[in-house]
C-alpha cells in the first residue's frame, strides 16, 4: 500500500511541475512577446511588462524547485527514511521555496497596486501569496515534528 501511495504522490507531483511550468511559461511569454512587439494592447502596461516578468518567473522557479523538493522527500519516504536529517532538510526547502514563491508573489502584488491601482489583481496576487505562506508554515511544522521523531528515536536507540 505504501509503494502505491508513493508512485501516486509522486506521478501527482510530476504532474503538478509540468503543468506548473507550463503555465508559467505560457503567460510569461505572452507578456515577453507582447513587450518585445510593442503590442498595442498592452501600452500602457509595456513599461511594467519587464519587472512583472522577472516576480513572475521569480515566483515559478520557486514553484517547481518546492516541488522538486517534495519529489525528493517522497523519494525519500518511499526508501524508508523517514526520521533522518536529510527529510529534515528536504521538508525545510520545500517550506523555503514556498515562502520564496510566497514573497515573489507579494513583491508582484505590491508593484502592480501601485502602479496599476486594480484592487482585484492586487487581492488575486495578495491571496495566493497567503496560500502559499500557509503552505510554507506548514512545512516547516512537518520538518520540526520529523525532526523531533528524528531525535526521539536517536534517543531510543541510545538507550537500547
Not at 501516486?8 to 511550468?21: D, H, K
Not at 510566497?102 to 501569496?129: D, E, G, K, R, T
Amino acid at each position: 500500500m505504501k509503494r502505491l501511495q508513493t508512485t501516486f504522490i509522486a506521478v501527482t507531483l510530476a504532474a503538478a511541475m509540468l503543468s506548473t511550468s507550463a503555465f508559467f511559461a505560457i503567460v510569461g511569454s505572452a507578456l515577453g512577446k507582447a513587450w518585445v512587439l510593442k503590442d498595442s494592447t498592452f501600452t500602457i502596461f509595456l513599461p511594467l511588462i519587464p519587472a512583472c516578468l522577472a516576480f513572475w518567473g521569480a515566483s515559478g522557479a520557486f514553484l517547481l524547485a518546492g516541488l522538486a523538493f517534495g519529489l525528493y522527500t517522497t523519494f525519500l519516504y518511499a526508501k524508508g527514511r523517514l526520521f533522518t536529517a536529510a527529510m529534515v532538510r528536504g521538508l525545510e526547502r520545500v517550506g523555503l521555496c514556498f515562502l520564496g514563491a510566497c514573497l515573489s508573489f507579494l513583491l508582484l502584488a505590491i508593484y502592480l497596486a501601485v502602479n496599476m491601482q486594480l484592487a482585484a489583481l492586487f487581492l488575486l496576487f495578495f491571496l495566493l501569496a497567503a496560500l502559499l505562506a500557509a503552505a510554507a508554515l506548514f512545512f516547516f511544522l512537518l520538518a520540526d515534528a520529523v525532526d523531533e521523531g528524528r531525535r526521539l528515536r536517536e534517543e531510543n536507540d541510545l538507550t537500547i
